[in-house]
């Protein structure tokens, strides 16, 4: 069992790059804290805190930071990962769901046969901001029978009220701006 962290100590490992990609854009880089074995296993550890190994079928992680925890997270819970993905990089049959972005929109992809109806689901992904991606995956584990019991994030930023855009899942963030 890893020593647990504080949100405080997660907080102070995310690198806050201004501009990058694009002016305006205050990005949140978590490189520090997953080259910090202590802080990594406190999140995973945090991320989970509900769940005990066994209570969940599945890990869905969104691409690509989100792999990192949700692929961790999968192997402490005992349950399997699920990649959603961006459109065009899955190479089976997949299910599609477009969501809007600031100018245009985007697409996440889920293999057909990723989930079992029923299948007990935690959803997770490094940042939730406008609500957007994770919701065009929330939809996907739906359609394909899922149920969400939690969608977690190591950070939040609270202004942009994304988790408006989740509807009655619980959300779980461990940093929030
Ligand atoms: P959204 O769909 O607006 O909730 O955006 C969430 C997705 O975009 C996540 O997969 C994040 O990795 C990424 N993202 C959005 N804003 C930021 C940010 N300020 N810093 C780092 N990643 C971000």
């Known amino acids: 069992m890893p020593a647990s962290v504080t949100s405080a100590q997660i907080e102070a490992a995310i690198r806050n790059v201004p501009d990058f990609p694009k002016s305006g854009i205050q990005f949140k880089d ?6 910090d074995a202590k802080l990594f296993a406190g999140a995973i550890e945090l991320l ?13 992680g969104i691409d690509a930071r989100g792999f990192i925890f949700a692929a961790a997270a999968a192997t402490k ?25 600031e100018y245009g929109h985007a697409t996440v992809a889920m293999h057909t046969d990723a989930l079992k109806p029923g299948a007990r689901v935690l959803l997770i992904d490094d940042l ?8 065009a995956a929330i939809e996907l584990v739906q359609k394909l029978g899922g149920k969400i019991l939690e969608a977690g994030f190591l950070i939040e930023l ?20």
């Open 30 to 35: 978590i490189t520090p804290l997953l080259a």
């Open 158 to 177: 609270k202004f942009l009220n994304g988790r408006e855009k989740l509807g009655n899942i619980p959300v779980r963030s461990l940093v929030s701006y």
């Open 128 to 135: 939730l901001a406008t609500g957007g991606t994770s919701a």
């Open 77 to 101: 819970l005992n349950a399997g990962f699920i990649p959603v993905r961006k459109k065009g990089k899955l190479p089976f049959t997949t299910i599609e769901q477009d969501y809007a972005l």
């Open 48 to 60: 989970t805190k509900n769940f005990k190994p066994g209570s969940v079928d599945a890990i869905v």
